[in-house]
């Protein structure tokens, strides 16, 4: 692997249709991003269209991780929250491509986004993970305290229920 860059991306028909690979790809290995098997390239498109047209705008941020050409993974940072909560942001989407899954990727993501949100003046993190083939076991490694779980909270790609496990940290001064 060469040297791993992790960068913002921004709208255009060849980085949709990266990202949809690899929406299609999360999901077909049963990734619970909120899409059932099987998920057709139009329908990961449209998804990655609107993202990166609301990150455009500046509510949430679409993070890339980056092999030379290759995109490995991504990460959003939502950022559009109620006028009461101006303070904190909120993890979604973190996918890796499965032949680089146990290299780090997900947690560089995972470090950018937090590097992004204190930049953007945020001083709490959230995110929810899947109870079942969830990634419980890095959010804690990084810090994020589990509030509990939500039982039969979505249905996993390829049908049946699962539940979610809601988590927050802190991050910038306020740590």
Known sequence: MNSLEIRALSDDAKTRGILADLLIETVAAGGSVSFMHPLSPDAACEFWRKALAAAARGERAVLGAWDGETLVGTVTLLLDCPPNQPHRAEIAKLMTRLDYRGKGIATGLMRAAEDFAVEKGRTLLVL????????????????????????????????????????WKRIGKDR
């Open 128 to 167: 929810d993970t899947a109870r079942e083939e969830g990634a419980a076991g890095l959010y804690e490694k990084l810090g994020f305290t589990l509030t509990g779980e939500i039982p039969d909270y979505a249905l996993k790609p390829y049908g049946g229920l699962t539940g979610t496990l809601i988590y």
